[in-house]
């Protein structure tokens, strides 16, 4: 009898034991599973996150953003789950070769500083940022065995052209400093704006604006160049960013400028017209892209189809 007892009192000293280790940590709720994978809800809730961070979504939009990341990582786990099929792998050195040619495009040598304006502009670990790296070479792989596109020719090239020409319409030449707000709170919005126009004042009062965008900008690409953008065309910049620097004048300097990036200080130093010669390339490369992106999005629905797809997300909603 006694040792029924003393079983029975370890027993439950070892249950409390597995309580008290155990209750501290956080139930990850899965919220969708894809074939035989799950999907947890802090996944989503990190990346809702950083797209509050970024823009402020409004209450009653919540549940579709919400329900729209979900749909992105249904697709990711998919692609990955073919990935898988057709044996694809991505080895850690072909993600730091890849990250290696991203600081070189940016002008940044050391891994170190890279690492650190990672960080500061995603707001996420950079080991976070390395698996996305890995996840769209993964995908790049199985677009192109899973899709043949052909190259557009160079007379739909030139058909986009013609039909975009007022659009086109001039390359500007500008430099620019961004300031990014840390959240989309008001007061933030309002700091980011003294921000930028105390750095005019600067300018205005004599400052080398290559000098203040070397020190202040936070656009890792252009900062070092003392925030020369160089010549584009007007349809490769930000919508409201474009609309806004069209109207400028020669050696005009700005006020903040807001786009989907941040807030803008603009220094105009030219316009010229777009020729087809000068945007043949990137014409040839957008439709490409595009022709990629239509029929990849078409073989995602098709595979999501034929997958197991459950979604025990509560508010989800369908696009």
């Not at 349809?235 to 807001?258: C, T």
């Amino acid at each position: 009898m006694k040792t029924t007892k003393h079983i029975a009192l370890f027993t439950l000293i070892g249950l409390a034991s597995s309580i008290a280790a155990y209750s501290w940590e956080p139930f990850d709720r899965v919220i969708a599973v894809v074939n035989d994978r799950p999907i947890v809800e802090s996944e989503v809730a990190g990346r809702l996150s950083r797209l509050q961070q970024r823009r402020n979504v409004p209450r009653n939009r919540l549940a579709y953003e919400r329900s729209r990341l979900l749909d992105r990582f249904i697709e990711d786990s998919i692609v990955l789950q073919e990935a898988e099929q057709q044996s694809i792998v991505v080895s850690d050195e072909k993600v730091t070769n890849h990250i290696k040619k991203l600081m070189g495009r940016m002008n940044i040598a050391s891994m170190d500083d890279f690492k650190k304006r990672v960080e500061k502009a995603e707001s996420i670990p950079f080991d976070e940022y390395r698996e996305g790296i890995r996840k769209s070479l993964i995908t790049e792989q199985v677009m192109s065995l899973a899709i043949g596109v052909s190259p557009p020719t160079r007379r739909e090239a030139m058909d986009w052209y013609n039909a975009n020409k007022a659009k086109l319409g001039f390359e500007v030449n500008v430099k620019h400093i961004l300031i990014r707000p840390k959240n989309a709170s008001l007061g933030e919005e309002k700091r980011v704006i003294a921000e930028i126009n105390a750095l005019r004042q600067r300018i205005t009062g004599g400052e080398p604006f290559e000098q203040l965008a070397a020190a202040h900008s936070e656009d890792p690409g252009t900062s070092k160049k003392g925030g020369a953008i160089g010549w584009m065309s007007l349809a490769e910049l930000d919508p409201y960013f474009a609309n806004q620097v069209f109207q400028m004048r020669d050696g005009q300097l700005s006020g903040a400028i807001k786009s989907g990036y941040g807030y803008h200080l603009v220094k105009f130093l030219g316009k010229r017209p777009v020729t087809f010669d000068s945007v043949e390339d990137r014409i040839v490369s957008m439709l490409f892209q595009q022709k990629l992106a239509e029929q990849f999005a078409k073989w995602v629905v098709q595979r999501r189809r034929e997958s197991e797809v459950r979604i025990y997300m509560e508010d989800y909603v369908k696009a």
